[in-house]
């Protein structure tokens, strides 16, 4: 099957600070999607983004296609960004999940 | 337009018993799919229905067991639930099969196995 690597592993970031979490696909997919899991557990849609460059507030993505990658960028972070983030591909008929981000914003 | 809701929210259950898990689709979306999200494994997908029907199915023991009514609702079972099986059950629902639709999570049910 598909691999979906995620880098880093883990994040330590003050608050303000920006940040970049990379996701690398070992195959073409379709429908990539990043989520943060909020403490309770419930996957948190942040963007849609096969291709291109969208932007949502302090959050921005962008899709390289052809090269099988995807950036999350985090700018200003704050303490309630804390979490983690995962990246998601369809390949196939399923969605295909990284191990995730663990980003931690301290104050 | 409400989101995905799943019932319950936890659950604990003994060993050898069976459980059933709920899924509610947000409205319009046809297709329902199921996760299992355990620390060892991460997310891995167990099935997706449409259409009241099984489309596709994970690398799960025949344990794992689902269905979809006319309304879109989905429900999966375990049966001789074993430690193995607690984990954070997730459902999603998209508009459609295939690509280019979206996924939306539910909050999950949370099942201990003692």
């Known amino acids: 099957g598909i691999q979906v690597e995620q880098s880093p592993p883990d994040l330590i970031l003050q608050e303000g600070a920006n940040s970049t979490l990379r996701c690398n696909f070992s195959?073409?997919?379709?429908?990539l999607q990043w989520f943060h899991q909020n403490p309770w557990g419930q996957l948190i849609n942040l963007f849609y983004?096969?291709?291109g460059t969208k932007q949502n507030g302090r959050l921005s993505a962008t899709t390289v296609a052809t090269e099988r990658y995807s950036l999350l960028y985090i700018s200003s972070s704050q303490t309630t960004d804390s979490g983690v983030y995962f990246c998601?591909?369809?390949?196939?008929?399923?969605?295909?999940f990284g191990a995730g981000t663990t980003v931690t914003v301290r104050a | 337009k409400a989101g995905v809701t799943q019932t319950p929210r936890y659950l604990i259950k003994t060993r050898g018993q069976q459980v059933t898990l709920s899924c509610s689709p947000i409205?319009?979306?046809?297709?329902v799919s199921w996760y299992q999200q355990t620390p060892g494994q991460g997310l891995q997908f167990l099935f997706e229905?449409?259409?009241?029907?099984?489309?596709n199915k994970g690398n799960f023991p025949g344990r794992f067991s689902g269905r979809q009514f006319s309304n879109s609702r989905s429900e999966m079972n375990v049966s001789t639930l074993e430690l193995g099986d607690s984990a954070l059950y997730l459902c999603?629902?998209?508009?459609?099969?295939?690509?280019?639709?979206?996924?939306?999570f539910g909050p999950g049910t949370r099942l201990t196995v003692t």
């Open positions: 195959d073409s997919v379709n429908n």
């Open positions: 409205s319009g979306h046809r297709s």
């Open positions: 999603a629902s998209s508009l459609a099969l295939g690509q280019g639709y979206e996924q939306y």
């Open positions: 229905y449409f259409s009241e029907t099984q489309r």
């Open positions: 998601a591909g369809k390949f196939d008929y399923k969605l295909s």
């Open positions: 983004i096969p291709s």
